[in-house]
């Protein structure tokens, strides 16, 4: 891989891993560190990349997500990352604008809930993508988007009830 | 089906900026003028090159110091042997002769 070729990469897939490290970590500045850490990645081992598995964000994508969760099994060791039995509880909604009151429900969600309801919600990713940014198999996909919707729409029930509440944009 | 709809209609109220200039600057650093290169760069050397390096050195130091001093060249003048005249003949020629 030529200088030239990492910019060009850089250039085209940053904006998109940083929104996804964000979402997914909650922090701006853990983003950047997690985006760091991916492109270093890369243009250290730029062989780890195999074009006949899938595009090259859906790789970024990928690696930023082991990142993330790496950093959260490291930040809480003893939290599950896909709780499928978790019930997350409503939020409270009073005073605050609805986007804040989004990131926290995401924030709420399992890791391995949250990843793919981001790349699915956010980056518009297939599922044939989601499941090679997450190695794992559809059916698993398609259950962990499931089961992130259904603990979001729990959680955001009074926004979705209710259209244009006074704090929101 | 509404539901999800409506669901990703919310979701995208919380929307981010791009990646802040710092990012770049982390990814590929300060350019350094080349001139500064000169005082502070550095170079990758392989160990087995940087042994033979090391050990032509120390050849060419032990060469140096045991090669054979070179003939000294002396402008002092030995007089061994040297005897005066004893019957000296002189004759003075003149500018007109």
Redesign the interface.
């Given at each position: 891989m030529t200088d030239t070729d990492f910019q060009a990469a850089?250039a085209a897939h940053?904006?998109v891993l940083?929104?996804f490290a964000?979402?997914m970590t909650g922090s701006?500045a853990a983003a950047?560190d997690l985006?760091?850490d991916c492109?270093?990645a890369f243009l250290r081992n730029p062989a780890a990349f195999d074009r006949d598995r899938g595009t090259l964000r859906s790789f970024l994508l990928g690696v930023t997500r082991n990142l993330a969760l790496k950093r959260a099994r490291r930040e809480r060791p003893f939290r599950d990352l896909d709780d499928g039995s978790a019930v997350a509880p409503a939020i409270d909604i009073a005073n605050r604008e609805?986007?804040a009151i989004?990131?926290e429900g995401?924030a709420l969600l399992p890791p391995l809930q949250r990843d793919v309801l981001i790349l699915a919600?956010?980056e518009e990713l297939t599922l044939d993508e989601i499941c090679r940014a997450v190695d794992a198999e559809l059916p698993a996909v398609k259950s962990r988007l499931h089961r992130a919707?259904e603990n979001?729409?729990r959680m955001?029930r009074p926004?979705?009830e209710t259209k244009g509440l006074p704090h929101?944009? | 089906m509404d539901d999800d709809k409506k669901l990703s209609d919310l979701l995208k109220e919380w929307q981010l900026p791009g990646t802040p200039a710092s990012l770049d600057a982390r990814v590929f650093g300060p350019r350094t003028p080349w001139w500064k290169l000169l005082f502070i760069g550095s170079i990758r050397i392989p160990v087995p090159v940087a042994l033979a390096i090391a050990a032509a050195l120390i050849v060419m130091a032990v060469a140096l110091i045991h090669r054979p001093a070179p003939p000294q060249s002396s402008t002092s003048v030995d007089l061994a042997g040297f005897h005066p005249v004893t019957d000296m003949n002189y004759r003075i020629i003149r500018g007109d002769e």
């Open positions: 850089y940053k904006d940083f929104r964000w979402r701006p950047e985006v760091h492109f270093i609805r986007a989004v990131a995401i919600e956010y919707r979001l729409k955001l926004l979705l929101g944009r | -």
